[in-house]
């Protein structure tokens, strides 16, 4: 069960486009191989899609599961991703219609579908993909993957949703354009949808999430010059638990922090501040190394995400951030890789 590239999605995003909610449609919209062939939006029906999201892909928006049916999907992706990890009532509905349908379900939430009774008489080759599931027989985390000969990169932020994924995406793909064998490790349900493989670690019970993340890396960095390890969460967040594993469990040999350019606050949470990048710095690379127990891990650089500035706007808080923290900084999305890649591979 995966999105192949023949694969004809849907992607349940409603209200996702404009809202706080749809980071796992956008993604799959910017990153995913399989064909796209419609985005279900109510809030957006009948907009341009590189108007209103500015990824350039010319995929209709449609109001309804029903609507994009005529466009003859055969998966629906849940592209949604609402606090908890809960499908809202209001759109079960739209879920059961499109396996009525005949179609697969790929999906995201905490909500697990495959055990409705309803959809447990699929037709052949159909399938739901329940992405948030606790692998089997997790090790403890012993702090193998250290042993590793590859550069192990972790993404690290300020806060929830600023783009850690989009980082690690971008720059395992321009490794891959310079002939280096590299590997995305996919630890979100958006990155899993993408990648195919990797692990839920929201999912995973706190004792093992360390030993998921070592059995990953261990996995897939034993033949390949670079990983990059998708981050979760943040050590500034008062509800963030992922960070913590993924660090121990990546044994990193360099981080790339991301930031959304003029956040001053853990989003939602607006007595909680994100103090000054170089305090941010100091803070990842002093728990990294815990005192000595582990190696030195430096931050490479800073992946800033400016999507909501325009470019001059954007130019100049590079710029600052470049100044205030003496570290190489770009938006990775926006304009490229070059520079943070030369500061890991050098």
Known sequence: MRLQAESRVAILLHDGIKGSQGKTGLALLRYSQAQIIAVIDRQCAGESLPVVSGINRDIPIVGSVE???AYNPDILAIGIAPSGGILPQEWQQEVKQAVFAGLSIANGLHTPL??????QNLRPGQWIWDVRQEPSNLPIASGQAQTLACRRVLAVGTDMGVGKMSACLELDRAC???GLRSKFIATG???????GDGIPLDAI???FAAGAVEQMVVQHGSDRDIVFVEGQGSLLHPGSTATLPLIRGTQPTHLVLVHRAGQTHI???PHVPIPALTDVVQLYEMVAKAAGAFADVPVAAIALNTFHLDL????????QAQAETGLLCTDVVRFGTENILDAIVK
């Open 312 to 319: 001059a706007t954007a130019r100049q808080a590079i710029e």
């Open 267 to 269: 989003r939602n949470h």
């Open 205 to 207: 019970r706190v004792d």
């Open 176 to 178: 891959q354009q310079r």
């Open 114 to 119: 495959a055990t409705i009774p309803e959809f």
């Open 67 to 69: 609507e994009a049916l």
């Open 189 to 195: 349900q958006a990155g899993l949808m993408i990648a």
